[in-house]
């Protein structure tokens, strides 16, 4: 783990190495307990100083991060394994068949708390089943007589534990690191808000107003910085179109649609939520926006345009209208040739990128778009 982002279960890993150490001394207090009982003594402290060492060097590369990964704790199931199979070789089998195995089933549980820290609980239990299989194996009998041993129960049980402790650490950590952010983005928010305010929104405000006490010509810039200045503010106040919503979510068009209301602008929507996918949503409110904007810069001073809103069974079409003087023909040809894509990226393209349509009629009598998305799944 980096340094930067610090692994949520070290903790977890320090208790363990603690548990580690209490099952070496009791290793060692059973080696000598029994030492005068085993068929080769010498080997088996031979082999004891293997699990010494073997268990000084786990509890380094744990406590110190560069042994939390799956090469590391295969090592240590496979140092425990051979451990635990030496138990004929150094005692015998009459002793094997009345006692535990050498290295004893309190330090086998090491690789099985080592599993369930890095990969949780089900990694957890089945590394305790499977060292209890090989312990099976050992004595040559499977014995699941709770009266007599619980070794088994105890150590999936230890396997169980220790796993979703291991990963309610890390999602509560993930979840931490999560509000954290939303923190420092909601601040920055705020900041942006502030220097809006103090700033753009204000020299807005006094173009609106100055252009409504001047008249004519201005009259058209003083609408378009009114409605600008009130797009700004309901940002400021709600961060509507602030930070991407996460991989999957749905978001209302209603509430993407609803701060373009205003004097010159009429929505009708459902009164109920109209959900779409986050990047459905936002890209079909932008070209309905897109859309609004070319009637304020076209339709001319009076025009208002009329929004209506569409929750179909299995589409959304949303229909811009507005009662201008319409688009001359031609014009939309000549501003091709010339290469202002304006519609053309901005709706058009727009659309077909949702797999959606959108069509434009224009007379003498105003502008309409219809502009439909599909509603993928929905049945």
Not at 167 to 184: C, F, H, I, P, Y
Not at 211 to 225: D, F, K, M, V
Not at 301 to 329: C, F, H, K, W
Request: neutral net charge.
């Amino acid at each position: 783990m980096s340094q930067q982002h610090p692994d949520p279960a070290t903790p977890l890993w320090r208790a363990a190495q603690v548990f580690r150490l209490l099952s070496v001394l009791y290793a060692l207090g059973f080696q000598i307990a029994v030492n005068g009982d085993l068929a080769r003594p010498g080997p088996a402290w031979a082999l004891f100083a293997v699990l010494v060492g073997w268990s000084l060097a786990a509890a380094v590369a744990y406590l110190r991060g560069f042994g939390r990964r799956t090469g590391w704790v295969l090592a240590e199931f496979a140092v425990s394994i051979a451990l635990l199979f030496s138990t004929r070789w150094v005692a015998g089998p009459a002793w094997v068949a009345d006692n535990q195995s050498w290295p004893t089933t309190l330090w086998l549980a090491n690789a099985v708390v080592s599993a369930a820290i890095l990969r949780g609980p089900y990694a957890g239990m089945g590394a305790g089943l499977a060292m209890m299989g090989c312990y099976a194996l050992e004595k040559g009998v499977l014995e699941i007589n709770l009266g007599r041993s619980a070794g088994l129960v105890i150590v999936l049980a230890v396997g169980l534990a220790v796993g979703l402790a291991a990963r309610t650490a890390r999602r509560v950590q993930a979840e931490l690191d999560r509000a954290a952010k939303l923190t420092a983005v909601a601040a920055e928010r705020e900041r942006l808000a502030r220097q809006m305010h103090d700033g753009v929104i204000q020299v807005l405000a006094l173009v609106a107003r100055r252009g409504r006490e001047i008249g004519g010509p201005t009259a058209e810039l003083a609408e378009l910085a009114a409605g600008q200045e009130r797009a700004l503010r309901r940002f400021a106040g709600t961060g509507q179109f602030g930070d991407p919503a996460p991989a999957g979510a749905e978001l209302d068009l209603r509430a993407l649609l609803d701060p373009s209301a205003g004097d010159r602008v009429l929505l009708s929507m459902p009164a109920t939520a109209v959900p779409l996918p986050a990047e459905v949503a936002t890209e079909l409110a932008a070209a309905v926006r897109n859309a609004l904007d070319n009637v304020v810069r076209h339709a001319g001073p009076d025009a208002t345009a009329y929004v209506l809103v569409e929750d179909l069974e299995d589409e959304v079409t949303v229909s811009i209208r507005d009662d201008g003087v319409g688009i001359a023909p031609g014009r939309l040809q000549t501003a091709r040739a010339e290469g202002r894509l304006g519609v053309e990226k901005s709706i058009v393209g727009r659309l077909a990128a949702l797999s959606g349509s959108a069509r434009l009629h224009s007379d003498d009598d105003g502008t309409e778009w219809e502009l439909t998305v599909p509603r993928v799944g929905r049945r």
